[in-house]
C-alpha cells in the first residue's frame, strides 16, 4: 500500500509504504493511517484525501461494498479512514484511478478514447469514452477483466467463470498457460525443480532468449491477450490502448507480437487504427490517480 504527497503535474514528491497482511478492516485502515501520517507529518495540513481500493466501491458513500481480493462485504471504509484522519476521503475502484492517472499524466493525456489494461496477478483497467471516463450505474464500469474469451476451454476465473480475459491473459494466465504446456516439454528447465516458483518473469525472459517452452505459452499468453484487446476495441473504438503492470514491462517484445494478433481478430471497425502502447506511470499511477480524484472531487476526467 502506498500513500502518496502528489502535486498539481502529477509528481510524487514524498511517499509512505506498509505491506498489508492482514485484511481486517481495522488493521487496514490503522496502516493506511500511519502511511498518510508519515507523508503529511513532513508539509502543511492536507485538505482531502485520495484512495484507490480493490473492489466495488460506492464513491458516494465510501463503502467497499464488495472486494473479493480482501474478502470485503460493506466495509465503510471511508467513515473510517475520516475519522481516523480528520479530513474527506474520497474513495474509487484502484483500477480507474490508476487509469485516471495514465489518462491525465500518463500516456493517455491528450486523448479523448482511452483505455487503460493492468496486467498483473489479474486484469483491471478502466475506459474513457469522449473525454469522461466510464462509471456506470454504479460506479462498476470497467471491469474488462471479466469478459470471456475462452468460455468452453479456458482456465477456471477467480470470479467463478470459466476463460475470462483474466484468466487467460494476465500474468497468472501467462504461468497457467506454462504449467498447462508442460507435458509437451519433459527437459524443460522453467518447471523443473519447483514449478510452484515459477513466474510470469522468467517465462518471458525464456521466450525472448528463444527456449522452446517460453515460447510456446508466450505465443498461446499473446493470442489470449490479443483476443481480448479486439473485444475492447470492438466494444469502445479507443483512440490508444495503454498496457501497464507487471507482463506489459516486456515492451517491444510483447507489441510487436501483439499487434498483427490484434489486427487478425479485429473484424467490425477498421484494423490498426487503435494505438497500443506501454503506460508510462507504473505502478504509481493508482496513486497519482487517487490525489486527482481528490483534488477534482470525484472520478472525473474533466480537468
Not at 460506492?58 to 473510517?80: C, M
Request: aromatic fraction near 4%; include cysteine.
Amino acid at each position: 500500500m502506498l500513500a502518496a504527497l502528489v502535486d498539481e503535474s502529477g509528481a510524487i514528491r514524498e511517499r509512505g509504504e506498509q505491506d498489508i497482511v492482514d485484511h481486517d478492516p481495522d488493521v487496514v485502515t490503522g496502516l493506511i493511517e500511519k502511511a498518510v501520517d508519515e507523508v503529511r507529518s513532513k508539509h502543511v495540513e492536507i485538505a482531502s484525501i485520495g484512495l484507490g481500493s480493490p473492489g466495488n466501491i460506492d464513491p458516494a458513500t465510501g463503502v467497499v461494498e464488495y472486494s473479493p481480493n480482501f474478502n470485503w462485504r460493506n466495509v465503510p471504509l471511508g467513515q473510517k479512514l475520516h475519522e481516523r484522519l480528520g479530513v474527506p476521503v474520497l474513495i474509487g475502484n484502484d483500477a480507474r484511478c490508476a487509469t485516471l492517472g495514465e489518462y491525465t499524466f500518463g500516456t493517455g493525456a491528450g486523448t479523448q478514447d482511452f483505455v487503460l489494461l493492468t496486467l498483473g496477478t489479474g486484469i483491471g483497467g478502466g475506459i474513457v469514452a469522449g473525454g469522461t471516463l466510464i462509471l456506470g450505474q454504479s460506479a462498476g464500469a470497467g471491469e474488462i477483466g471479466h469478459h470471456q474469451i475462452r468460455a468452453t476451454d479456458g482456465f477456471i476465473c477467480g470470479c467463478g467463470k470459466t476463460g475470462c480475459f483474466e484468466a487467460q491473459a494476465s500474468g497468472t494466465g501467462l504461468i497457467r498457460h506454462a504449467l498447462a504446456l508442460a507435458h509437451s516439454f519433459p527437459r524443460s528447465t522453467l518447471v523443473s525443480g519447483k514449478p510452484e516458483k515459477l513466474g510470469s518473469k522468467s517465462i518471458r525472459r525464456a521466450a525472448e532468449a528463444g527456449d522452446p517452452h517460453g515460447l510456446a505459452a508466450w505465443t498461446r499468453y499473446i493470442d489470449d491477450l490479443a483476443r481480448g484487446i479486439a473485444n475492447v476495441i470492438a466494444f469502445v473504438n479507443p483512440q490508444m490502448i495503454a498496457l501497464g503492470g507487471g507482463v506489459a514491462s516486456a515492451g517491444t517484445f510483447m507489441l510487436d507480437a501483439l499487434g498483427p494478433k490484434v489486427d487478425e481478430y479485429t473484424t467490425m471497425v477498421p484494423r490498426g487504427k487503435t494505438k497500443i502502447v506501454t503506460a508510462t506511470l507504473g505502478n504509481d499511477a493508482g496513486a497519482i490517480g487517487a490525489a486527482t480524484m481528490a483534488r477534482r472531487g470525484g472520478l472525473t476526467a474533466k480537468a
